[in-house]
């Protein structure tokens, strides 16, 4: 089991920055592989980023490509998300996912899909301003 707790959502202005935390607690969230996804009122939830267990491998959603970076800290069981040059459309709830088990064709287009994820977080809100 692994449980995940995000933190770091606040309002912000446009073109401003936010640093999101996901902490994990569970002995197997080294092994996981993580991601990002956000739901905005009234749209489904999208994938944001995603991460590989080592960090050695990451994918962005085109449209934050350049503004967002996801990176981990295995040893503080933290997953971040750096995300830069903020705009009014990137206002949602973001949460974070993991998922244990994963073969090398999972990165082909399944980690995109929030179906794909054992373990989700409660959310954090981002609110972007113009």
């Known amino acids: 089991q692994v449980q995940l707790v995000e933190s770091g959502g606040a309002l912000v202005q446009a073109g401003g920055s936010l640093r999101l935390s996901c902490a994990a607690s569970?002995?197997?969230?080294?092994?996981?592989?993580v991601g990002w996804f956000r739901q905005a009122p009234g749209k489904e939830r999208e994938f944001v980023a995603a991460?590989?267990?080592?960090?050695?491998?990451?994918f962005y959603t085109d449209s934050v490509k350049g503004r967002f970076t996801i990176s981990r800290d295995n040893a503080k069981s933290t997953v971040y998300l750096q995300m830069n040059s903020l705009k009014p459309e990137d206002t949602a709830v973001y949460y974070c996912?993991?998922?244990?088990?994963?073969?090398?064709?999972?990165?082909?287009?399944?980690?995109?899909?929030?179906?794909?994820?054992?373990?989700w977080g409660q959310g954090t809100q981002v609110t972007v301003s113009s």
């Open positions: 991460i590989s267990w080592s960090g050695g491998s990451t």
């Open positions: 569970g002995r197997t969230f080294s092994s996981c592989a």
């Open positions: 996912a993991a998922r244990e088990a994963y073969g090398s064709n999972w990165w082909g287009t399944a980690f995109r899909s929030q179906y794909e994820y054992d373990y």
